[in-house]
């Protein structure tokens, strides 16, 4: 990135002249060695920053990935590495040119704490797409102090109040720490494709993304249909939101939805067969994928050709629509579907994780770390 591109904060704090405070932490050492205790060091409050009290910090399935350096030829592990980007917190200490917020707020960082802020995409409010590449929230280059970020398996995180988001709803503060990262993933491309009232909407795989698609299609007034391996999820697909349940291993049941789909959202990162899906999808319908699987996907053209059908790719929002997500949230009284556990059950969490034994999200009470 040249110098021109770089965000201001970055060009007044050279790494060697920034202070730091330490932290505790969990982090992992290698690909192998699991996560442990660990201290890290954040940078002091600038003016424009927010210090925040780490409460609850949700695990993704990218979080395994990052650990385990499964995405060493696109994203490869910097180690130690201190992963979690679905924090909520309180605010406890605010730079003198801070405006949004103020000690003893609550507020979320999501899987962003930066970006160029000159790009197209950034001034469109779109800094997930950053040209430049947004700063992630770990496993990121720290602009500020040099080395990698650390993200929110820890007791703090400061970060610029512009990458923030106000938490309006403290009523179930772990239930919205998924929201920035599983509920912006599903919220963004229901919104972009504009997933409304008189629709048919699928939603593959009832997971910690799935779960949330299900929920945010439901809310947008859309006739949802869960697509699923396990029949077992059907009680809970149509508790959150589902009017019916595809079991996709039943080659009837889903030729009986051929062509009638207006949009469906795969949220499935492991190995599936996206062909059997787009035959579902109608006339100048789409599919988009939020998982990522790590293999590439065989895909007939034909499949495409023949009812001029989209297939697309989301990832987050930026940082206005997590905003908008999360006053939406708290307007409709929605949440994640959390378990909760202390921070000395996360590698477990990471084994259950790969069996897909959680219901549907795993949050740490980061009091634990204490």
Not at 163 to 173: G, I
């Amino acid at each position: 990135m040249s110098e021109a591109a770089q965000p201001a904060a970055a060009k007044k704090d050279h790494p060697s002249q920034a202070q730091t405070f330490p932290a505790r932490a969990y982090s992992a050492q290698s690909a192998t060695s699991g996560l442990a205790p660990f201290t890290i060091q954040r940078r002091a409050p600038r003016a424009q920053d927010v210090q925040i009290e780490i409460l609850y910090c949700g695990i993704c399935h990218s979080d395994l990935h990052q650990v385990r350096n499964e995405w060493q030829s696109v994203m490869p592990t910097v180690y130690p590495c201190v992963p979690g980007h679905e924090i909520v917190g309180r605010v406890v200490k605010a730079g003198s040119a801070v405006k949004k917020f103020k000690e003893g707020d609550i507020a979320a960082v999501g899987c962003m704490v930066d970006s160029c802020r000159t790009c197209a995409n950034c001034l469109a409010d779109e800094e997930q797409y950053c040209d430049n590449f947004a700063t992630l929230t770990y496993n990121g280059q720290d602009k500020i102090l040099g080395g990698v970020t650390y993200g929110g398996y820890s007791d703090s995180v400061v970060v610029d109040e512009a990458f923030a988001l106000r938490v309006s709803d403290t009523s179930n503060l772990a239930g919205v720490a998924p929201l920035v990262c599983a509920g912006i993933t599903t919220y963004s491309p229901l919104r972009h494709w504009n997933v409304r009232k008189g629709q048919k909407v699928g939603v593959v795989g009832l997971g910690g993304l799935g779960h949330m698609g299900v929920k945010f299609a439901k809310a947008f007034g859309a006739h949802v249909v869960l697509f699923t391996t396990s029949a077992n999820k059907t009680g809970d697909a149509v508790r959150l939101g589902a009017e019916e349940v595809v079991i996709s291993k039943n080659a009837a049941e889903m030729k009986k939805h051929a062509s009638s789909f207006d949009f469906i959202l795969d949220t499935v990162s492991a190995e599936h067969d996206l062909n059997a899906y787009l035959e579902l999808v109608k006339l100048n319908g789409t599919m988009t994928l939020v998982g990522a699987p790590e293999k590439p996907t065989p895909l007939m053209a034909f499949n495409l050709l023949f009812k001029r059908r989209q297939l697309a790719g989301s990832i987050i929002g930026g940082i206005r629509e997590t905003q908008e997500m999360l006053d939406f949230c708290a307007e409709r009284k929605i949440g994640a579907e959390i378990e909760l556990i202390p921070i000395q059950r996360v590698n477990e969490a990471y084994d259950r994780l790969l069996k897909s034994d959680v219901k549907y999200r795993f949050v740490i009470d980061m009091a634990s770390l204490k």
